[in-house]
């Protein structure tokens, strides 16, 4: 009966189906990339929404980006119309704690106009408290500091809760103390960092129980995509709001946890049985993205990992076409292959944007953007350093947030004397000391100043007169579209003018990211929302339209999917990145394989692997050697092919790959690495088939016990 009532459960597959169907008490979907998790949590949307059990702004749904978010919205409106009341709560976990974090926000000594912090601004802040601390920033740099502080925010730490022996690891002890001073700073400034947007969030819910319960009842039932890559804090956001109604369905993939440096913890999967007893779990085993030979071959790599939970994963789609593995002779000859491939699958027919390029380091974006812009090829660069950040931007920006926000600190003192306006050091530092002394804002404490005679007269004129604009131009927020009041203020303050007169190669192209800002603000209701939307923006796309080939990191790469997938730069050092080997050893190669297994996935039906024998790393002309990955490959998936320029790597990779066999030992295999492919082939099953499927899932959560983690000490 219920198949003509629900068109949009049809297509599911009976996994699927018992996964959108099993909307009562918490469940966990444990699948592989590509089995259609995310369809399923769209899915589910659908299905609470069509049933009636809840309104959409009692859905709580968590997407890894903003993109993802945004899609999904998408998708959901596609399966049941335009949904009447109010939206689902669909975003990031940064998205969704801010939004409940602005609504409450005097709850944790913020207002609810509080700015978001970005790096830059967190590391001038950090600077500042550690000169008032006396502390010598060349043995010290505030870059630690902060690295330390969001590893402890990651962890759901707040400064009362750091370890008296992590504390003890920076300056002599006082890392703790000084993680104290920057969030008193933090509050002063009515400012939060990355962060504190959970941080504080959690902090909230749990110390007003009226709060949480208001949140609890609210959210009937909560999704959550990507599970795999969840850290402390946000488990513990999750938990505890998931404790009202335990309607909480969480998927993802262990295989595919690629954030651990980030504080993301992948035994949040095996807690969820502990911590929601009870919970059904659903293993999704059929790929319906790739084809037979992609699938393949990342399903042998990853199988080289040891800490899986293992899974079976199968295609029906026929073996399509091999992975080409490509040696070149560098990152030149690199782009220059892959731009004649794209040439050629655009003369096919094939539509740019089913085309990406995924890379391990952003550096290496650089020589395909150059090469695109020869060819005339569109492109665009999604995640990393971005637009947003580039110094032009941020400090238009700082102008906007001055206007928005005038207690904004960091921001003013950004354009203080930008463009020069002999407003030097040390009239800054009289006003900031002066401004700390009273504890107000800059601003306000400039405002005191001009009318007295502590500034000299040429001075006092200039910030008198700045101040003036200011308030001008914030009065005519509302009056004037964000977007002509941008402009205007640009014009006003001479910042257009200063790119104008500068004879700098760059100042052309500066000027063309100001107006392209300018037009990008038009597409917000005000100046407000544009301005969150800068803060909370991680996947900032190129916004002109047609269709374009994307480049993006591999960690931007999750979730996503393209009928071709170019993956350049598989060498040792680079692919797995010697950072990540040098810092965590096995575990950071098993990360590093778990990447590898994100990328080859992303392909639907072609799938490119490049490696180049030399290599410029930091401005140094390296000889590489082709990435372990590579090696670790199945042969009978792959195919090699000599390069265009036809030298001896090609003949080498061959041979490599001509003594590989399934899990059989080959001369050209490092020792440690048979060992390891003995094991894991007495382990193996039948195809594909890894480890020991529902029973070792089982077993590891068993031996694990009742939930240990240091952010439960913040709990109590
Ligand atoms: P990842 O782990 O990479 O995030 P996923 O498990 O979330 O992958 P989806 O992106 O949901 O997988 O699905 C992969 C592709 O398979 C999508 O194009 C989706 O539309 C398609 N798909 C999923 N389920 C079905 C189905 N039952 N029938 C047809 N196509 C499906
Ligand atoms: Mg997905």
């Known amino acids: 009966a219920r198949r003509g009532d629900f068109a949009y459960l049809d297509g599911l597959n009976p996994e699927q189906r018992r996964a959108v169907e099993a909307l009562e008490g918490p469940v966990l979907v444990l699948a592989g990339a590509g089995t259609g998790k995310t369809r399923v949590l769209t899915t589910r949307i659908a299905h609470i929404l069509a049933t009636g059990r809840a309104r959409a702004h009692e859905i709580l749904a968590v997407t890894f980006t903003n993109k993802a978010a945004r899609e999904m919205k998408e998708r959901v409106a596609a399966l049941v119309g335009p949904v009447a009341e109010g939206m689902p709560w669909l975003g990031t976990f940064h998205a969704i704690s801010t939004k409940i974090l602005r609504r409450h926000a005097e709850l944790v000594g913020l207002q609810s106009t509080f700015t978001i912090l970005d790096t830059d601004d967190q590391i001038r802040l950090l600077k500042q408290v550690l000169q008032a601390a006396n502390i010598d920033e060349k043995r010290w740099p505030a870059r630690s500091l902060s690295y330390q502080i969001d590893a402890w925010k990651n962890r759901g730490l707040d400064p009362a809760h750091v370890p008296p022996g992590e504390a003890a690891a920076f300056a002599n002890g006082r890392g703790a103390d000084l993680y104290a001073h920057y969030q008193e700073r933090l509050k002063t400034l009515n400012a939060a960092d990355f962060g504190d947007l959970l941080l504080e969030s959690l902090r909230l819910l749990r110390d007003n129980p009226d709060v949480l319960r208001l949140y609890q009842d609210r959210f009937r039932y909560m999704l959550v995509d990507e599970y795999q890559d969840t850290n402390s804090v946000q488990y513990l ?46 293993r999704l085993e059929r790929n319906y993205r790739s084809t037979g030979h992609i699938l393949g071959t990342a399903a042998r790599l990853i199988a080289h990992n040891d800490g899986r939970l ?39 027919g094939e539509g740019l944007d089913e085309i990406a390029i995924l890379v391990r380091a952003s550096f290496q974006m650089r020589e395909f953007e150059e090469r695109f812009i020869t060819l005339g090829l569109p492109y665009r660069v999604i995640g990393g350093p971005r637009f947003y950040e580039r ?56 405002a005191i100043m001009v009318e007295t005679e502590e ?16 308030n001008r131009w914030r009065s005519l927020i509302e009056a004037k579209p964000q977007g002509e009041l941008a402009e205007m203020i640009l014009e006003e303050s001479g910042y257009t003018d200063m790119w104008q007169k500068d004879r700098t190669a760059e100042a052309a192209g500066r000027l063309e990211n100001l107006k392209e800002l300018v037009r990008s603000m038009e597409e917000f209701p005000d100046l407000g929302s544009f301005l969150e939307h800068i803060s909370l923006v991680m996947d900032a796309e190129n916004q002109a339209g047609g269709p374009r080939v994307s480049i993006m990191t591999l960690h931007a790469a999750k979730g996503l999917e393209f009928e071709t997938v170019f993956l350049p730069g598989w060498e040792e050092g680079l692919f797995p990145h010697q950072r990540s080997l040098d810092e965590s050893g096995r575990a950071g190669l098993e990360e590093e394989r778990r990447l590898a297994y994100v990328g080859i996935t992303r392909a639907k039906r072609r799938l490119h692997l490049y490696f180049a024998t030399n290599r410029r790393i930091h401005g140094l002309w390296q000889t590489t050697i082709p990435s372990r990955f590579l090696d670790e490959l199945p042969a009978e998936n792959v195919e090699v092919r000599e390069a265009a320029s036809g030298t001896a790597y090609g003949g080498y990779a061959q041979s490599r790959f001509a003594n590989m066999d399934s899990y059989g030992s080959s001369y050209s295999t490092p020792g440690w690495q048979r060992a390891q492919r003995h094991q894991e082939s007495k382990q193996r099953g039948s195809s594909g088939q890894t480890g020991g499927g529902q029973e070792a899932f089982k077993q590891k959560n068993a031996r694990r016990g009742p939930l240990q983690i240091e952010g439960e000490l913040v709990a109590k």
């Open 310 to 348: 293992g899974k079976t994963l199968f295609t029906d789609d026929a073996p399509g076409l091999k992975p080409a593995v490509t040696g070149v002779w560098d990152s030149e000859e690199e782009a220059r292959s892959i731009g004649e491939e794209i040439e050629q699958l655009q003369r096919q």
């Open 455 to 470: 500034l000299k007269p040429k001075q006092r004129q200039t910030l008198r007169s700045l101040l003036e604009d200011f």
């Open 391 to 446: 110094a032009e931007i941020r400090d238009a920006l700082a102008y906007l947030r001055c206007v928005a926000q005038p207690a904004d600190d960091l921001a003013f003192e950004r354009i203080f004397n930008v463009p020069k306006r002999g407003l030097g050091d040390a009239t800054l530092q009289l006003l900031y000391d002066a401004a700390r002394r009273e504890r107000i804002p800059l601003m306000q404490m400039a």
């Open 237 to 282: 956001w999750l938990r505890l709001l998931a404790q009202g109604r335990h309607n909480v369905c969480c998927v993802g993939d262990d295989d595919q946890s690629i954030y651990g440096w980030r504080g993301a913890d992948v035994d949040n999967i095996l807690r969820f049985e502990t911590d929601f007893p009870g919970a059904t779990i659903i």
